[in-house]
């Protein structure tokens, strides 16, 4: 069972319904969780007066993703191959707003300070955010021009008797 997992498979079950899907995973019980699920089932049209038996018909539905009960389950058989994934259209969104994408980890939380010359350009704002709402000063008074917000408590500078390095 495990080397037809994404395979396209037709399930028959118990009431004579046959379902069809792509397997995406089973257990010990041959419970199945089916994607792009179609039921296909006989239907009888009612007799009318005078006719003869009418032909059997097959009604299909969607179905969708499908977790199914593996005690209903009599047969199962391979309609296809899995679909063939292409890696390139995972890449296909450029990066920027609209493109989901894990945060990074060990990103400090202020960047290093560096020479003028080697600091990045400043950021700009997205568009449609042209800055702080109004009422609000771009940076709260009582801020050090170079630090993005105010030290922690206790934390102002060196403690006392601090020797810097020589």
């Not at 299909?60 to 009599?74: D, H, N, Q, Y």
């Not at 771009?138 to 408590?153: D, L, N, V, Y």
Request: charged fraction near 20%; glycine fraction near 12%.
């Amino acid at each position: 069972m495990l080397s037809l997992i994404n395979w396209r498979l037709k399930v028959t079950i118990n009431d004579g319904r046959a379902l069809t899907g792509q397997m995406l995973a089973f257990d010990r019980h041959m419970n199945l969780v089916l994607a792009d699920c179609e039921e296909f089932r006989r239907v009888r049209p009612k007799k009318k007066a005078g006719e003869e038996t009418a032909p059997e018909q097959e009604v299909k539905r969607t179905l969708g993703l499908v977790i199914l009960r593996g005690e209903a389950v009599v047969s199962i058989s391979v309609e296809g191959p899995p679909p063939i994934v292409d890696d390139d259209k995972k890449n296909a969104l450029p990066i920027g707003p609209g493109r989901g994408m894990p945060a990074g980890r060990g990103m400090g939380m202020m960047p290093p300070l560096a020479p003028p010359s080697l600091q990045r350009p400043p950021i700009f704002p997205p568009p449609g955010m042209p800055g702080p709402p109004p009422g609000f000063a771009a940076r709260p008074p009582g801020f050090p021009p170079g630090m993005p917000f105010p030290p922690p408590p206790g934390f102002g500078g060196p403690p006392p008797g601090f020797q810097p390095p020589q």
